[in-house]
């Protein structure tokens, strides 16, 4: 009877593992951002401490801001971003926050980067993201070949990634 139970169990869990993958596998394949001509992950980081505060926490605050985007083929995007401020020198004010909104951008070239906080991209073509929201959450320009990017100044240090 023990062995009996036991088998039950094994084909109950077998039975709900394949339902969970086949409910779940179609819902991720009609993703409209699986379409993406690039994903781009990033965060920027100011860190410090009122004994040692870094130049950057005097010009926008000790915290950070990560989020992703999805650079659509149609010259739109999706943004998710968080940003979280620490009390400290320079003010800004404490807590997390997320913005969520639909963009748009453009693919530029320049021999330089067109902001002093964006990292070189090998090709010297840039994305830049030209929408109100986009200024409002202060997205600078990024690369846009795909790869691993790190950026630091002023004691700030920026990741990006840009993948196909």
Partial sequence: MKRFKLMASAVAAVAATAAIFTVAAPAQASSGYS???????????????????????????????WGWIAVMPDGTTNVQATDCGHSGPGGGGAGAGHIGFDGTWMEISSPLPPSPITPVDPNGKYLIFNDATSGAVGLPPMPATPGHYSISFMGAKGQETIAP
């Fill in 35 to 65: 379409h993406a001509q690039l994903q781009v992950t990033f965060s920027l980081n100011c860190n410090g401490s009122a004994a040692n505060p870094a130049p950057c926490s005097q010009i926008f605050g000790l915290g950070g801001l």
